[in-house]
């Protein structure tokens, strides 16, 4: 990571009421496919990293059971609160987590204690989604960061980022080096892979920009957990 987390953080609070209106055509193009990709069921548990205002968490939400948004800017995370109460969308949270520390340990019921709930694992999560945030991380770090994201055994996680399909042009919009570190779309690829995920769709949006979904090959427990057909 070229800059610290704390100094991210930081840059992303002042530019957070402004964040919205000042992104690309190829920016929203990428979370309108993220969003169009990850397609959650209605029992699904969501959670989308490096969540920003929510932009992605808020448009899911209609669509699954319950969306957890995790950021490191406390500036974006009330926008996305703010967000979230101007349209009256109560299955969102948002708290501070990074794509390596999520703090995710599933998300808060905010049901009644009266109402019964079928059980659940712990820190279950269904999806995993990001637009246009892990591209701040170094290569290593990213790899980190998918281990981290395979360990919650999500069934899928759709990453829309800054990457690279050919060589790096430094006179396009989507790489400021001072602050991003892009990774090229085989070294993400080989990283799901390496976490026992399988990369069954590539989107490009532009030769920087695209969108990666990565599915988690089933493991011999899921086999043993499925029901059996009759």
Request: aromatic share 6%; charged share 35%.
């Amino acid at each position: 990571m070229k800059k610290s987390i704390e100094e991210h953080a930081a840059r992303f609070d002042e530019k957070a009421t402004e964040y919205d209106e000042s992104k690309s055509d190829e920016y929203h193009a990428c979370a309108n496919l993220v969003v169009e990709r990850a397609a959650p069921a209605a029992d699904d548990v969501v959670l989308d990293l490096a969540t920003g205002t929510g932009a992605i968490a808020l448009a899911i939400a209609p669509d699954a059971d319950r969306v957890v948004g995790r950021d490191i800017s406390e500036g974006m995370l009330e926008e996305a609160e703010r967000k979230a109460a101007d349209k009256g969308i109560e299955n969102v949270e948002f708290d501070h987590g990074t794509f390596r520390e999520p703090e995710y340990d599933g998300p808060a019921d905010t049901e009644s204690s009266e109402t019964p709930r079928a059980p659940t694992r712990s820190a279950r999560v269904d999806i995993v989604t990001s637009n246009f945030a892990m591209h701040h991380l170094s290569d290593p770090e990213k790899r980190e960061a998918i281990d981290v994201i395979a360990d919650l055994e999500p069934r899928k996680f759709v990453l829309g980022d800054v990457m690279f399909f050919g060589e790096p042009d430094p006179d396009e919009p989507f790489y400021s080096p001072e602050v991003d570190d892009p990774a090229t779309v085989g070294a993400l690829a080989d990283a799901f892979t390496d976490a026992g995920f399988s990369l069954t769709a590539v989107e490009r949006v532009h030769d920087q920009v695209g969108v990666l979904v990565a599915e988690r090959c089933p493991t011999a427990a899921d086999v043993d957990e499925a029901p059996a057909e009759e």
